[in-house]
């Protein structure tokens, strides 16, 4: 049985020509007005937040009470990502995605979309309660490589541990290509890589108009793995990729590194 699960529009496909930023400070509607943080000498910057995925690791309450809602995946933490004035939610059921601003130690989020899937209640909870936290200003009393610690409007304060992205890692933004992957893995053998079994991948190609294109190329045996990724068997995927050069490999290592950024389309083709 085949089920394309997911197709997304040129919008998110394109990555060949750049858009223009939007700066943070133009990023919310200007008409929300917002009290301006005392001054504590903390310089915040959308840099600092953009250099990190942060993992929500503690929550509290304006009583010093844990918030467990916030917390119904043990392995899987909320998480909050910023670029280009957006931030984005996951971790919970649903994808949350604004525009935002900063105001000194502000940080203002505009209006939250989200995806709309249904989950288990626990899941489910856990994303109102994340986009009620988020629905007003919160105030940013700390934040450095390792820790961002925020204060929303009701007194309640979330910490987050930052984990560098995968520009911060490597250096640099990366070269955005699509690979389709498929459903089953093969057996390959590669240096120090005895009985392995290998992705088979090829590259997929889209117009201008973001129209996925015939394919020129055969598949073949990708040995190595994609960072982020987890295959599937009986799964058909085509992925969009951040590709980065790695700096002074080993000897049996690969002289570029792949980042999932986006699962573009997933196809169920059974065994």
């Not at 899937?117 to 009620?132: G, K, T």
């Not at 045996?221 to 068997?233: A, K, N, S, V, W």
């Not at 950024?261 to 083709?269: A, K, P, R, T, Y």
Request: aromatic share 6%; with cysteine.
């Amino acid at each position: 049985m085949r089920a394309a699960l997911l197709t997304l529009p040129l919008a998110l496909l394109t990555a060949c020509a750049p858009s223009t930023p939007t700066p943070a400070s133009q990023a919310v509607d200007s008409q929300t007005s917002v009290s301006p943080a005392e001054s504590t000498g903390l310089t915040v910057d959308a840099s600092q937040l953009g250099a990190n995925h942060w993992l929500l690791t503690s929550a509290t309450d304006a009583g010093n009470q844990p918030i467990d809602v916030l917390f119904p995946n043990e392995d899987v933490p909320l998480q909050l990502d910023f670029a280009e004035g957006r931030i984005h939610i996951s971790g919970g059921c649903n994808q949350h995605n604004g525009s935002y601003r900063l105001e000194q130690q502000t940080l203002v989020i505009g209006p939250l979309a989200a995806t709309e899937r249904a989950c288990e209640p626990a899941l489910m909870a856990a994303d109102q309660a994340i986009a009620a936290q988020f629905s007003k200003p919160l105030q940013v009393k700390a934040i450095d490589s390792g820790q961002l610690l925020l204060v929303s409007a009701d007194g309640a304060t979330l910490s987050w541990r930052g984990e560098p992205t995968a520009q911060t890692r490597f250096g640099g933004p990366g070269e955005t290509v699509f690979w389709e992957v498929t459903p089953q893995r093969k057996p390959c053998s590669h240096g120090v890589m005895a009985n392995a079994q290998c992705l088979q991948v090829r590259p997929v190609h889209y117009s201008a108009e973001g129209i996925k294109q015939p394919a020129s190329a055969d598949f073949s045996l990708f040995y190595g793995e994609i960072e982020g990724y987890q295959h599937q068997p009986g799964t058909r995927n085509i992925l969009r990729l951040k590709r980065y050069p790695v700096a002074n490999p080993p000897a049996d290592g690969s002289s570029l590194a792949y980042v999932l950024d986006l699962v573009v389309e997933s196809e169920n083709v059974g065994p």
